[in-house]
């Protein structure tokens, strides 16, 4: 997984997020992808509800070109 220092981070725009709270950072492909596998998970985990689960599916799949 490609790595985000916190500066880099706190230098994202809000929208560079798939929720708010500025969770689940998605700035390329390779954040969107990751963000994908681990939402999956949390998910299953209990710690995501279905509506943060589908924004977070439709946000990165729009910055992975797939909506």
Same mark, same amino acid.
Do not use: K
């Given at each position: 997984?490609s790595?985000?220092?916190?500066?880099?981070?706190?230098?994202?725009?809000?929208? !560079?997020?798939?929720?708010? /709270?500025?969770?689940?950072?998605?700035?390329?492909?390779?954040?969107? *992808?990751? #963000?994908? &596998?681990?939402?999956? !998970?949390?998910?299953?985990e /209990?710690?995501?509800?279905?509506?943060?689960?589908?924004?977070?599916? *439709?946000r #990165?799949? &729009?910055?992975?070109?797939?909506?």
């Amino acid at each position: 997984m490609s790595r985000l220092t916190e500066e880099e981070r706190n230098a994202l725009p809000d929208d !560079a997020f798939a929720l708010p /709270g500025r969770r689940y950072p998605i700035p390329d492909a390779a954040h969107a *992808r990751d #963000a994908l &596998a681990r939402a999956s !998970a949390m998910l299953h985990e /209990g710690h995501l509800n279905a509506d943060e689960y589908e924004t977070i599916v *439709r946000r #990165a799949r &729009a910055v992975l070109g797939e909506d």
